[in-house]
Every structure is written in structure tokens, then in C-alpha cells.
């Protein structure tokens, strides 16, 4: 244990508009200090693990870990293939920003042993990619795909993003139509939330832009819905859409509740009953492990029973297939019943969950409204 890792590569070379994740500017020597660091750490966590498994899932997030030398994510794979293994089916995913890749270095990330991409696309529109903040154009994505595709990569995955202001429901169509055009594997659909502490949290509190109604959100989402699933998009989480066999595993770890070795700074883990999370700053990070200790780590949760119980439901939910009732029941000790037993009955009468055998999960009403289902069971 665990069987998927999570390496946090934390460069932009701008901060987008809408971004509240922590990130710093790209310099050379700081991502080959950083680098090294992460293959420290990777040794540090192991040692602490003990019976660690080979690697079924990594998965290299940002930031934009695009912008990484293929030679650097060489170096993290081998490292945590030599520390781990990986096993020869693993699947292996890289954030690609399409403003930052071409043929030479997606083949090279192939070479490394990268066989999954996922493509930061967000919109096919230059205006509303401006107005994002975004590194790259709508030739960018497209130039992107076909690098991707030439490269030899079967498995691409696109993020789109809805709900943002100037793009409207016949635009929106059109992105999509645009998304499946390329003919991707897979592709998530995120709504944009202007977080408190961003530029675009900002705009929104002082009255400068104005977001779109929850009608206008809520027609957007069910409108890639049916479009994704009418050309044959099995639609597996509440924001994720899979051809038969292509749906992302790595993430499925994680919502069906398995156990995450996060690495890199402000990287999450999730182990035994604990939920930590390394510092999320870069010098901090840097200097810890350059002087042989490990990075300074929160405990974010402590979970008994009854809160993973808790933490399996809110994640479960948002799988289609939802979350086994009596799997649960048998696997930890709590009274089910008496906990959710009322919360579920008040839930399934507002028609936002259903029962499917011995399953629960969200209805059609309730996949837009999921946030309200969450609540009942924090
Ligand atoms: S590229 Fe991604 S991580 Fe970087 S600022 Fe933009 S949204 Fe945030």
C-alpha cells in the first residue's frame, strides 16, 4: 500500500484568472532542484511505508507539469520505479498544457514511460481563453492533440470548462462538438468557480463580472451530458466522461476510497485513516529535503470509522455506479441506519438519490445539485 502516487509538480508560467491552486513561476535551476527533492522524498516515504506495493496509477499534476524537461519526468518514473516498481499495465498521466508541448517532447514523455495525457483544453474560443487567462490558443489545442496522437499516445483525455461568462449554451455546444471532433478517450467537464482568493474571485465580489445563473450553469452541464453520452461517452463521475474502458483509474482510486501516496509540495496523501498534506511552499519544501529530513507534513483529517464511512459516501456518490450500501455495512461498524438513515429517505423523497439494488446513488436531479446531498453526510 498504497498503490497510486501523486507527484505535484507546482510551475506555471502565468497564473491563470480563475486559479486558486498554489503555483510558482518556472526557473530551470529551481524545477532541477525541485526535481531531485521529489526523488528524496519518494525515498523518504518508502522507508516510512515499509510493505509498499508496485505503482498501479502515478499521475503528474499541476501546475504545469508540461513544462517540465522530459528528461526530469525520466527521472521521477525511474526513480519510482526503482523505489516502488510499476507495474507493466500502470497507468501513468501527465497534465499537458497545450501552449507548452510538441512532437519531439511528447514522443520523449512517451518514451519515459508516460502513457496517459490529460489535455488542459478548457475552451476551443480565443476570446474566452483570454479572458481565462489561459498560456494557449485554439490552434494551440488542436496543434496539441495531433503532437499527442503522433507521439503515440492512445489514451488523451480533455478538460473543458462551462459555466464562464461569454460563453453561452450555442457556444457551448460548439466547444463540445469541437471536443469531439478530436475524438478524445476521455473528457472532464468542470464548472468554473470563482474561488474567494483569486483575480477572478475578486472581479466577481466587486461587481465587475458578472457569472452566469445557476439556470444557465445548470442547462451547460446537462447539455454536455447528453451530448457526451449520445456519441457514446460512458458518463462515470459526476464531471467525467469514458469511452468502454478508458475511465481515468488513478482518479477512480481515490473516489472509491483507496489509499494515496501524495509527493511534492502541497501534495495530499491518504493513508490508513489519515489525511496529510506536505507544505505547499516550494523553498520550504526545497530546503527540508536538501537537508535529508522529510517535508514538513499536516495531518488534514483523522478518520475514525464513522468518518470514513462518512468520506466513502460523499466520494461514492459521485461515481454513477455509486456507493454498495451493505458493502459498507460489513466492512466497518457502524449503524448505518441510524447515522444516514434519515438523511437518505429525505434525499431520495427531494429526488436527488436513488436506490439501485443494494446501491445508492445520485439521481439525474441530483448530479447538478450534488453539493446539497454532500452536506447531509459531513
Ligand atoms: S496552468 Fe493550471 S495550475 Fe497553472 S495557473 Fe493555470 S489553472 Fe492554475
Known sequence: MPASIYVHIPFCVRKCRYCDFYSV?????????????????????????????????????????????????????????SVFGILPEAEITLEVNPGTVNLKK??????????RVSLGVQSFFDDILQWLGRLHSRQDVKTAFDVCLKAGFDNISIDLMYGVPGQDLSRWR???????ALNPQHVSAYLLQPEADTPLGRSVAAGEVELLSEEEELAQYELAV???????????????????????????????GGQYLGIGAGAVSFLKLNRYQNDPNVDAYIQSLSAATQPPRSVLECLNEEG???????????LMDGIDVEGLKRSYEVDFSLLFGSSVDRLIELGLIKRKGSKLCLSRKGYFLSNEVFREFL
Open 226 to 256: 447528453d451530448v457526451l453520452t449520445g456519441a457514446g461517452y460512458r458518463h462515470y463521475e459526476l464531471s467525467n466522461f469514458a469511452r468502454p474502458g478508458y475511465e481515468c483509474c488513478h482518479n477512480l482510486n481515490y473516489w472509491q
Open 308 to 318: 470514513i464511512v462518512r468520506d466513502r459516501i460523499v466520494l461514492g456518490l459521485r
Open 106 to 115: 511528447m514522443a520523449s514523455y512517451r518514451h519515459a514511460g508516460i502513457n
Open 174 to 180: 460548439e466547444g463540445l462538438d469541437n471536443a469531439l
Open 25 to 81: 513561476s518556472y526557473h530551470e535551476e529551481l524545477v532541477a532542484r525541485y526535481v531531485k527533492c521529489l526523488c528524496a522524498e519518494i525515498e523518504e516515504r518508502a522507508r516510512d511505508l515499509q510493505q509498499a506495493e508496485a505503482v498501479r496509477t502515478l499521475y503528474l499534476g499541476g501546475g504545469t507539469p508540461s513544462l517540465l524537461d522530459p528528461a526530469c519526468v525520466a527521472t521521477i518514473i525511474d526513480k519510482i520505479g
